[in-house]
């Protein structure tokens, strides 16, 4: 079972039930727009699928839009038997090259580490592969009880903490898994079998580091290794994330999930809005009566955006970033969180990249909440909103409400927040009147000009 809160509004209003992975929200809120049910929706020039239909379910199930990239751990192994090291206070050698870590209280740190060159030549990605059995571990999962890598690029920049945690508690053996895609080519890697800040005893078994040889180009969406797809995907897909599915076509209703989604266009008294903005209501239910963990996304293609641009896509990431896109790059500015698939939680309620004189957004209203990520994933051509929903049988249903919209490319990420904040103006109102800092350890009155 997951567990829920209950949402209120301004008024203290209850609006729905969020689940801790997710988040759902109950009912219609009026908004001066008119409603109708998507048909063909032309955003940003691009058509989306015809929700009247369903094309994106075939005979044998709906079409996969995005396949995982799944590596099962054949390559060669690179760890080497005698090169572990102790970390904190060690470990115990038992039968077959377990690594026995009995920490007794939560103060104590013990765990394996190994340190591999790897000097690649060119971004490389890796996998690692470790297994881990509990007795009596007490706290919760996270990464102080997990395999755990640190990495070093050959222009000496970190990527620290592709971690993989283990479950608490007692069990069986139980497998991990860290991909690493890497921006960059890398020196050195470090891979831990960590066992810190838990009570308890914890073993390790059949570590495995190896480089990934593909048959084809691995590129990530969402965070996820997937094999490039033949061409992008404009409107919704979803994927189980508890069966570990790939990301399917849903229009009307995939993997036992039924999708509604209502367009609206700005009323008469917001015509100042670019023709090509438009409000998405959607809401997502489950029809199998299980707890399901899903993660829902809506994709724009960046094909009209490159159409008005001779060089790369440009990422207008915040006020103060804007980069030209890698052709395989993945862009997000996320916060870490356990949330949902815990890949993070957007910085930034929206997403915007720009080509030429054009910009494309994609935003979350802020008044549904969600556990969400919005970002750009050239490797395969689409800009998205993903949204980590937890549904059950007692809350079967998730409602969001998103925007896409086009804003001058000349000012970058300041056009599109300027953009964003017309079209959700409630949610910047001032309701302080009076500013102020809290100024701890000195008296205000003793700071001079202290009104300032």
Not at 403 to 430: I, M, N
Not at 432 to 439: D, N, V
Request: aromatic share 10%.
């Amino acid at each position: 079972m997951l567990p829920f809160r209950k949402h209120h509004d301004r008024r203290g209003t209850t609006k729905g039930t969020i689940a801790m992975f997710g988040s759902s929200r109950v009912g219609w809120t009026k908004r001066g727009l008119t409603f109708a049910c998507l048909t063909v929706a032309a955003v940003g020039g691009v058509v989306l699928s015809d929700l009247s239909a369903s094309p994106g379910e075939a005979a044998d199930g709906p079409a996969v839009v995005r396949r995982l990239f799944r590596d099962q751990g054949q390559g060669e192994n690179l760890l080497e038997p005698d090169a572990w090291r102790p970390y904190g206070e060690g470990y115990a050698q038992g039968d077959g090259g377990v690594f026995i870590c009995d920490n007794g209280t939560a103060t104590v740190q013990r765990g394996a580490v190994q340190t591999l060159e790897l000097n690649q030549t060119r971004p490389t990605p890796i996998a690692a592969f470790a297994e881990s059995a509990a007795d009596n571990v007490g706290g919760g999962k996270d990464s102080n009880y997990s395999l755990y890598l640190d990495l070093v690029y050959q222009d000496g920049t970190p990527l620290w903490g592709q971690s993989s945690a283990f479950s608490t508690g007692s069990h069986d053996w139980e497998r991990a898994k860290v991909l690493v895609f890497p921006d960059k080519p890398i020196k050195r890697v470090s891979l831990y079998l960590l066992f810190r800040g838990h009570s308890g005893r914890a073993s390790f078994r059949h570590a495995r580091l190896h480089e990934l040889k593909t048959e084809g180009p691995v590129v990530r969406f969402d965070g996820v290794p997937c094999l490039r797809p033949d061409r992008p995907h404009d409107g919704f897909s979803v994927r189980d994330v508890a069966a570990d599915s790939d990301f399917v076509a849903i229009d009307r209703a995939a993997l036992g999930l039924e999708l509604d989604v209502c367009r609206s266009e700005p009323a008469e008294a917001s015509r100042k809005s670019p023709e090509r903005t438009a409000f998405y209501e959607v809401k997502l239910k489950d029809t199998t009566g299980r707890d399901r963990a899903v993660t829902l996304v809506f994709s724009l293609s960046d094909a009209w955006v490159r159409a008005d641009n001779q060089g790369p896509v440009m990422w207008c990431g915040a006020p103060d970033v804007t980069e030209g896109t890698a052709p395989d790059g993945e862009y997000m500015i996320v916060s870490p969180t356990r949330a949902g698939t815990g890949r993070g939680l957007s910085r930034w309620p929206l997403a915007a990249i720009a080509g030429g004189r054009c910009g494309v957004a994609i935003g979350i209203d802020m008044s549904y909440p969600a556990v969400y990520r919005c970002g750009y994933s050239a490797g395969t051509g689409e800009l998205f909103a993903a949204f980590d929903l937890g549904l059950t049988k007692e809350k079967p249903e998730a409602t969001l409400r998103l925007v896409s919209f086009t804003f001058d490319a000349e000012w970058a990420f300041r056009a599109a927040w300027e953009e964003y904040q017309r079209l959700f103006p409630e949610s910047f109102v001032r309701r302080l009147s009076r500013h102020g800092l809290w100024m701890p350890f000195a008296k205000i009155s003793e700071v001079r000009d202290w009104q300032d």
